[in-house]
C-alpha cells in the first residue's frame, strides 16, 4: 500500500518560512520522481515544484522560482519543500506526489499517481 504524508503546513505571516516534508511508504521510493501541488480555495490543484529520483533535477512553477526549495533525501523516503518569503497567495492545501513510473519530470498533475491528504499552509497580510 502505497502511503504519502505530509507535514509541516501551518498558519505564518507574509514574510515568514516553513519546511513542508512528505514521507513515503510502500513504494522504492528512489526510483520515482516527486513533486508539490497547491490547491487554493475554489482553484484547480497546480504544480509548485518538482525533483528528479536522484535529486539533481528540480523545477518550479514561475511564481516560486528563487523563493521555494524542494529537495528529497531518499535514505528517508522524505521530499521537502523549503517556502520562503512566503505571500497571502501561497495560501492552500500541499499535496506531495509520486510520479508516475518512468516520468523523469512533469508539471501536469496526470502524471502523478500516489497523493497525500495534504497540509494546509495559510500565510496571513
Known amino acids: 500500500q502505497v502511503q504519502l504524508v505530509e507535514s509541516g503546513g501551518g498558519l505564518v505571516q507574509a514574510g515568514d518560512s516553513l519546511r513542508l516534508s512528505c514521507t513515503a511508504s510502500?513504494?522504492?521510493?528512489?526510483?520515482?520522481?516527486m513533486g508539490w501541488f497547491r490547491q487554493a480555495p475554489g482553484k484547480e490543484r497546480e504544480f509548485v515544484a518538482g525533483?528528479?529520483?536522484?535529486?539533481?533535477?528540480?523545477d518550479y512553477a514561475d511564481s516560486e522560482k528563487g523563493r521555494f526549495t524542494i529537495s528529497r533525501d531518499n535514505a528517508k523516503n522524505t521530499v521537502y519543500l523549503q517556502m520562503n518569503s512566503l505571500k497571502p497567495e501561497d495560501t492552500g492545501v500541499y499535496y506531495c506526489?509520486?510520479?508516475?513510473w518512468g516520468i523523469g519530470r512533469s508539471r501536469i498533475r496526470d502524471d502523478y499517481d500516489y497523493w497525500g491528504q495534504g497540509t494546509q499552509v495559510t500565510v496571513s497580510s
Open positions: 506526489a509520486f510520479g508516475r
Open positions: 525533483i528528479s529520483m536522484s535529486g539533481g533535477y528540480t
Open positions: 510502500g513504494r522504492t521510493f528512489s526510483a520515482y520522481a
